[in-house]
C-alpha cells in the first residue's frame, strides 16, 4: 500500500545552518506531494506542494522537489531561523489515499 | 475567513461508551477529512467525505463512523470505546476532491479512562 517514510528526528541545529529533511513514498499511481508544518501550540499547516514530477514547492525560504525516479520529496532551506523550529510532516494523497510521515521535530538554537 | 473549527476541545469517555466529534470546514469546502494522531504514530487517515458521500476510508474498524451534512459540515462518530482509541483526533477540509491541500483544525483530543 502507499506509505511515507521521513527521518526521525529530533534534528537540531544552529541558526543560519543548512536543513534538509529526507522524505520517500510507495504510492501506486502519481500522487500530490505535501509538506506540512506544526508550529509549537498551533495547528497544522500547508507549508507547500508538488503536484507533477519535476515540480518544485517552495514557501517561506523551503523547498522541495518531487522526484519520480527517486520516489523522494526531501525538503530543504538554506538558512534556518529560530522561528522555524516545529515538527515537520511529509504526505501524499494519491487519488484519495491519504498518507502522513511520522513528522521530525526540528529545534534551531541561536 | 474563519478556518476549521472542531468541537469539543476536550471529550473524556469511559471504555465501552460512544463518543461524537464535529468538524465544520472552511466556507465553500466541500471535502472533509478525519485523522487519529495517537502518540507515537502520526496522523492515521480514517475518513474523506466530499458532497454528503463517503469517498474513502482508511484502515480502521466499522466502530469509526461518521457523515457529512448538507451544509458540509461533518460528525465522526467511535463506537464502542476502547482504550487505545485516545488520541488527538484532527479534521481537514479542501475545496473540491482530492489531491487539494488541506487545511486543518485544533483538533478534539479524546481521553478514555
Known amino acids: 500500500g502507499d506509505s511515507v517514510t521521513q527521518m526521525e528526528g529530533p534534528v537540531t541545529l544552529s541558526e543560519e545552518a543548512f536543513l534538509t529533511i529526507n522524505c520517500t513514498y510507495t504510492?501506486?499511481?502519481?500522487?500530490?506531494l505535501f509538506w506540512y508544518v506544526q508550529y509549537p501550540g498551533e495547528g497544522l499547516q500547508l507549508l507547500l506542494k508538488a503536484t507533477k514530477a519535476d515540480d518544485k514547492g517552495s514557501n517561506k525560504g523551503f523547498e522541495a522537489t518531487y522526484r519520480k525516479e527517486t520516489t523522494s520529496f526531501h525538503l530543504e532551506k538554506g538558512s534556518v531561523q529560530v522561528s522555524d523550529s516545529a515538527v515537520y510532516f511529509c504526505?501524499?494523497?494519491?487519488?484519495?489515499?491519504?498518507?502522513f510521515g511520522a513528522g521530525t521535530q526540528v529545534v534551531v538554537t541561536p | 475567513e474563519a478556518g476549521v473549527t472542531q468541537s469539543p476541545t476536550h471529550l473524556i469517555k469511559t471504555r465501552g461508551q460512544q463518543a461524537t466529534l464535529r468538524c465544520s470546514p472552511i466556507s465553500g469546502h466541500t471535502s472533509v477529512y478525519w485523522y487519529q494522531q495517537a502518540l507515537g504514530l502520526g496522523l492515521q487517515f480514517l475518513l474523506w467525505y466530499d458532497e454528503g458521500e463517503e469517498r474513502n476510508r482508511g484502515n480502521f474498524p466499522p466502530r469509526f463512523s461518521g457523515r457529512q451534512f448538507p451544509n458540509y459540515s461533518s460528525e465522526l462518530n467511535v463506537n464502542a470505546l476502547e482504550l487505545e482509541d485516545s488520541a488527538l483526533y484532527l479534521c481537514a477540509s479542501s475545496l473540491g476532491q482530492s489531491r487539494k491541500p488541506q487545511h486543518f483544525g485544533d483538533g478534539t483530543r479524546l481521553s478514555i479512562l
Open positions: 504526505a501524499l494523497d494519491s487519488w484519495g489515499k491519504f498518507q
Open positions: 504510492a501506486t499511481g502519481y500522487p500530490s
